[in-house]
């Protein structure tokens, strides 16, 4: 059987198997009742937008650069909704995931070093989940930054655990913590008193400086890097197959419509929270003369003496707390339909947990162990270039696929969303090229 007709039979293991369309979808006549059954996989998704990579390079951009970059923020996110659909059009119409649709159309060797990049990718997002997350211990309890990895580590095998008794239960856990880091992120805004008019201005009209300012392009890009994460492409693709909806023609394209809208919603929120994250270092300690604040433990010491408001750092800290937990959450997952996709190896659910997490959380500690609790703030927007590096590796496939008619068959791209796909996927390519010459050159 040849490589590209492989597809087909590539169908009978479906990704994440004990999951796969599990949630009921109701078939009543009332548009919205048939929406709710599909919201859930934007939030686990947009989580992953919103995670301490972002904290870290949002926070550098604000504290240095005030609200230019707020741009920058707005372009990967309409970036990564578009790139979302794409792979929630993968999964729905082919019925597999990204890593299942690589492995069926490349050769081996490629497929092992797709797999390998998606791992460096997985493994650059936990270092950024984890060192957050036990930072946020040690601020609120004063654990140790290792003993916080190691907690980190362990429980969000435990929470995976509420994937037994359905993966509506870690659906509805995930939304619990996004909307308790965008409430408490509403309270941060209206503590720091931003000023709105050149907030407006710097959302919607770039700034030449972007490109031209060597520092702020490298900002720039781990922004991006933290933004659309390649282990996201691949992980969407395979949990928007979890809904019971009818398999056929009619039935994936209402799934389709669908799940666009519970992406575009969740990633819409991710902008907000990154945007709020962003606006606040710029408020407080950009315009107060503290533009060197990276570090997310500066950040938390900064912020109840500059606001006036004692609770104004434990706000901070329990924000960042719920964002490494969701992350970590995530990534795991991410971790296991990677393994599974691209190596077909398949594994009793516990096992292929623990696998993927040791992948991931081995190079954390080992770097921890270096740095200790110095220099954290460059590790994680260091982490934030590494996966805008491996981007490329996630998107050209999946812009590839999208648009090939023999794949996809009537859910092929259209000619306008395949010119904007390209466009995006080399503008991403670009800006890496960019940023790694300026790198050679020395200016970085």
Known sequence: ???????????????????????????????????????????????????????????????????????????????????????????????????????????RRVNIGLWLIAEIAIAACDLAEVIGSAIALQLLFHIPLMVGVLITSADVLLILLLQHRGFRYLEALVIVLIGTIAALFGVEILFSHPEWAPILRHLFIPSAQIL?????????????????????????????????????????????????????????????????????????????????VAEIEDAYKLLSPLLGIAGASAIFAVALLASGQNSTLTGTLAGQVVMEGFLNIHLPQWQRRLVTRLLAIIPTVIVVAFYGEHGTARLLILSQVVLSMQLSFAVIPLVAFTGNRSKMGEFVNSAWIKALSWTSAIVI????????????????
């Open 212 to 292: 031209t300012n060597s520092d702020m392009l490298y900002i720039g890009i781990s922004i991006l890097g933290a933004t659309v994460m390649p282990h996201n492409l691949y992980l969407h693709s395979s949990i928007v197959q979890t809904r019971n909806y009818p398999r056929t023609a009619e039935g994936k394209r209402e799934a389709i419509r669908f799940a666009n809208w519970d992406s575009a919603a969740a990633l819409t929120m991710a902008l907000l929270v990154n945007a709020a994250i962003l606006i606040v270092a710029a408020a407080v300690f950009h315009s107060s003369g503290h533009t060197e």
């Open 429 to 444: 390519a670009g800006l890496n090229l960019w940023l790694l010459v300026q790198i050679f050159q020395g200016r970085t």
């Open 1 to 107: 059987m040849s490589r590209e007709s492989s597809i087909e039979t590539e169908r009978s293991r479906p990704s994440m198997p004990e999951a796969f369309s599990s949630v009921h979808v109701s078939r009543s006549p009332q548009l919205w009742r048939r929406l709710l059954g599909f919201i859930g996989p934007g939030f686990l998704i947009a989580v992953g937008y919103m995670d301490p990579g972002n904290w870290a390079t949002d926070l550098a951009a604000g504290s240095r650069y005030g609200y230019t970059l707020l741009f920058v923020i707005m372009l990967s996110n309409l970036m990564a909704i578009l790139l979302q659909s794409l792979a929630i059009k993968l999964g729905i119409a082919t019925e597999q995931d990204l890593a299942q649709a690589c492995r069926a159309h490349y050769s």
